[in-house]
């Protein structure tokens, strides 16, 4: 795209100094690059065992423009270029970990890796965002987080897929709408995002996922400029480039108060994303109680296929394809 090749030369230049404070963490099918001065993150996907390809989950080219924001008491800021924030990279319980640091406000991402169920090894990550107010008195913090997918990205494409819907213009979702997950899909990788927590039924909902060209995300102020149906190109240079955002309202914390936000990012495994996972310890259990868990799982997806059947949501051959195997994989007695 325009945007990426006008700017390729400046990328090459910022990409060979950012190298030096990048640290690579290697998980499974899952390659993750943090740079320690900034904060911008890049995930990859092992596409191809034999060569040991790395595809990005989404774009990489320039990291910072994927990125979060947070609105304090109505003011702005974008921690990883506000002079108001200092960048620190650490490790929380041996989990990487960013921390964007202010008189006012702390903002830390710590970055697990996943293994969702239907995977036989990591595929994934979860970034768990925690907002903690430094401040005596309360604040009104809201955080929003963009993503710059690109892999559903092309002349009449599909970008995204959610579990009742295609996407291909700009698109806004709420999180009470019943929508569960979006997938960007490429044709070697695909990414996946949650809208509802897949494993805690209690943790905080986005108030809306916002689907929209990229440039429009980026240079929003805050409140979107919702528009159903928009053409999800910015003429003329960012043509068909599309971008996901989650968007958390404003909400009041007391001194000393933290918030936290989960989004997680993995390969494509819609059971995973719209099952209702158990909650128990992943330490070994008794044989009973994997019993009972594949059990569920079994029942959480003959519901899944029950709302395809009856036209409630849509699954092409490759979801339907995958159901089957996960099927199959737990009438052998296979656990997770």
């Not at 060569?51 to 702005?76: H, I, Q, W």
């Not at 494409?157 to 569960?180: A, C, Q, Y």
């Not at 805050?222 to 480039?241: C, H, I, Q, T």
């Not at 001194?255 to 909650?279: F, H, K, M, Q």
């Amino acid at each position: 795209m325009l945007r990426r090749i006008s700017v390729l030369s400046i990328c090459f230049i910022f990409t060979a100094f950012a190298g030096l404070f990048a640290v690579e963490y290697n998980e499974g099918n899952v390659r993750l690059i943090i740079n320690e001065k900034t904060g911008a993150y890049s995930l990859y996907y092992l596409s191809d065992q034999a060569t040991m390809r790395y595809e990005p989950l989404f774009y990489s080219g320039d990291p910072a423009s994927s990125f979060l924001e947070v609105n304090v008491d109505g003011k702005v800021y974008r921690p990883a270029k506000s002079g108001k924030f200092r960048t620190r990279f650490e490790e929380v319980n041996e989990k990487p970990s960013i921390a964007f640091e202010s008189d006012f406000l702390k903002v830390r991402q710590v970055f697990t890796f996943v293994q969702t169920a239907g995977s036989d090894t990591v595929n994934g990550i979860n970034v768990t965002i925690i907002l903690e107010n430094r401040q005596i008195r309360a604040l009104s913090v809201g955080m929003r987080v963009l993503i710059d997918t690109y892999l559903g990205e092309g002349l009449m494409k599909t970008h995204f897929v959610t579990n009742n819907k295609s996407i291909s213009k700009e698109t806004l979702i709420e999180g009470t709408s019943g929508e569960m997950y979006w997938i960007s899909r490429g044709p070697k990788v695909t990414l996946m995002g949650n809208i509802v927590d897949p494993v805690d039924n209690y943790a905080r909902l986005p108030d809306f996922v916002y689907m929209a060209n990229w440039k429009r995300l980026n240079k929003a102020k805050w409140n979107v400029n919702y528009s159903e149906g928009r053409s999800l190109s910015y003429f003329p240079y960012f043509f068909s480039d599309s971008a996901v955002c989650y968007y958390y309202d404003s909400a009041f914390l007391e001194g000393g108060e933290t918030a936290t936000y989960n989004i997680y990012l993995t390969a494509e495994d819609i059971p995973w994303y719209t099952g209702v996972l158990p909650d128990v310890d992943l330490a070994p259990l008794e044989e009973e109680k994997y019993e009972d868990a594949n059990l569920i799982m079994l029942y959480n997806l003959q519901e899944i296929l029950n709302q395809f059947i009856q036209g409630e949501i849509y699954l092409d051959e490759e979801d339907l394809a995958e159901i089957e195997g996960t099927i199959e994989w737990l009438k052998a007695g296979d656990t997770y």
